[in-house]
């Protein structure tokens, strides 16, 4: 039987816009000690836009935008809103996508108006047989703004691409830092690029990075991390991130976030910020006090 002060814990909680799964999450957290994050929509404020549109030499910025943005239209992917937001904003017409596909944590690629189009990070484009070294400085340039920096490909070409930045969420660094008070290590996962996870991670005084980080690959330093013997729970907000949040000891979900990854988490934070966590960390402390 859950002693009655867990389920007044979990009320407390859900009053607080933290919202406990059941009694077993609450117990939990209380004996986290790594607390994992997802950069984009965790972190940042997942309300990304495009700061700069780049055509390789002789190609049209309205053309590259429209096509990428025409793919991006079939995307739930926060990146995805931000372009299809930049496309609209400069009252482009929006084809519809063919054929689309979107291989997870990598970009889309489908037809739209008849060309062949490719999205995403360096990884995709090879797999499609275009180097985006030609871009590569300018690439390296804006991610060391923060920026999350995307390669466009049109027929098989080089077409160009496209800086996305998205700022750190205003409650970030004071929640970070509370947590850390409290003992937490914090580890920032993401699937961004490392030049851009650098810039991120600097602001935020955090030393501990992994970038260009699979889906599945998110499990795997979450189980490593078990392994060493912490006790981890998982922050992140999209889909890639339930995999993450599954393998944690507590899966934390942000409110505004992906369906998934509520329905893989021990705690959601309406809030959708991190300074959820901390009010969660203090919660789980007192309840379990009060029990023993
Ligand atoms: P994060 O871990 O920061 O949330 P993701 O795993 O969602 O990042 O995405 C990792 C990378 O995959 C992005 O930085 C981008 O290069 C590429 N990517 C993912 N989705 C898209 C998309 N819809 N359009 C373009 N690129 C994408
Ligand atoms: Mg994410």
Not at 133 to 157: H, Q
């Amino acid at each position: 039987a859950t002693p009655i002060s867990i389920m007044v814990g979990v009320g407390r909680g859900a009053q607080a816009g933290v919202l406990f799964r059941d009694a077993a999450a609450l117990e939990r957290f209380e004996a986290v000690d790594t607390l994992v994050v997802d950069k984009t929509g965790t972190l940042t404020e997942g309300q990304p836009a495009v700061t700069a549109v780049v055509p390789t030499d002789g190609r049209d910025e309205a053309e590259l935008l429209r096509l990428s943005a025409g793919l991006e239209r079939a995307s739930e992917h926060p990146l995805a809103a931000a372009i299809v937001r930049a496309a609209r904003d400069r009252g482009l017409t929006l084809a519809e996508p063919q054929d689309f596909r979107s291989p997870v944590g990598q970009g889309v690629l489908g037809r739209v108006e008849g060309r062949a189009v490719v999205v995403g990070g360096r990884a995709l484009l090879a797999e499609h047989g275009v180097d985006p070294a030609p871009l590569a400085e300018r690439a390296d340039a804006l991610r060391r703004e923060g920026a999350t920096v995307v390669f466009v490909a049109i027929n098989g070409a080089l077409a160009g691409l496209l800086a996305i930045a998205d700022p750190i969420k205003a409650s970030t660094p004071d929640a970070l830092a509370r947590l850390k008070a409290r003992g937490l290590r914090v580890v920032m996962l993401t699937g961004d690029n490392a030049v851009t996870a650098q810039a991120v991670a600097q602001r935020l005084g955090l030393t501990e990075v992994e970038a260009e980080v699979s889906p599945a690959d998110k499990a795997a330093v979450v189980a490593r991390l078990k392994a060493e013997g912490r006790v981890v729970a998982m922050a992140g907000d999209g889909v890639n991130d339930a995999p993450a949040l599954a393998a944690a000891d507590v899966g934390v979900a942000m409110g505004a976030g992906a369906d998934v990854a509520i329905e893989s988490a021990g705690v959601t934070l309406l809030s959708g910020d991190l300074a959820g966590l901390e009010r969660a960390a203090i919660l789980s402390r007192a309840t379990l006090r009060n029990i023993r």
